[in-house]
């Protein structure tokens, strides 16, 4: 499973991530399987707010169409729910549980996957043996209510040049500002709001990529 998971993500240009309060009314199930239908290869389940019962008859409904489809699905924070689901990953920020810990829990053939926010992070994440990393938030962002401040193209600049981990480039990345972060080095790119919150999910996607596209011929 985990050979499968890691060849998605190694593979991915956009990282899909959930956020139903931003969803224009649709569920998660409805925004995911729209993201799928465009062809996003891996999908983080995200949803701070929700009761656990909640998440879990989601992550259930998910799992079960992201297996269908051969996406790589990751829960984010709750390491219980990922095992109980059977999720590929489990994506962990700065104050979670050690990964040393967590990997005694989920085993080899689970994705970890650790949010870092400074080139010091980035380094302990590699000493940590995590699958990849999170890089960001790049630019100013909302989505998350706990989130910290900018780190900047610089920190991506510092990643790209010295940190040999899997990595997905994240927070405050929209149509306009996507390209330069490409042209910088991020091969897997996340958005959240840009996505789930566009009318036509797959349209969006699909400007994504034309602006992928061009950052690549540049």
Known sequence: MKKTAMANFLAADLYGITAEEYSLGRNN??????????????????????????????????????????????????????????????????????????????????LIGLSTHSPAQAQSALEMGVDYIGVGPIFSTQTKKDVCAPVGLEYLDYVVKHIPLPFVAIGGIKEHNIAEVARRGAKCIALVTEIVGAADIEAKIRNLRACLNRSNRL
């Open 29 to 110: 199930v409805e925004v995911v399987s729209q993201m799928i239908k465009a062809g996003l290869k891996v999908i983080q389940y995200r949803e701070k707010d929700k009761k656990m019962r909640e998440k879990y008859q989601e992550c259930l409904k998910l799992r079960e169409i992201t297996r269908q489809a051969g996406v790589t699905f990751i829960v984010n924070d709750h390491v219980d729910l990922a095992l109980l689901v059977g999720a590929d990953g489990i994506h962990l920020g700065q104050d979670d549980l050690p990964v040393n810990r967590v990997r005694e829990l989920v085993g080899k053939d689970m």
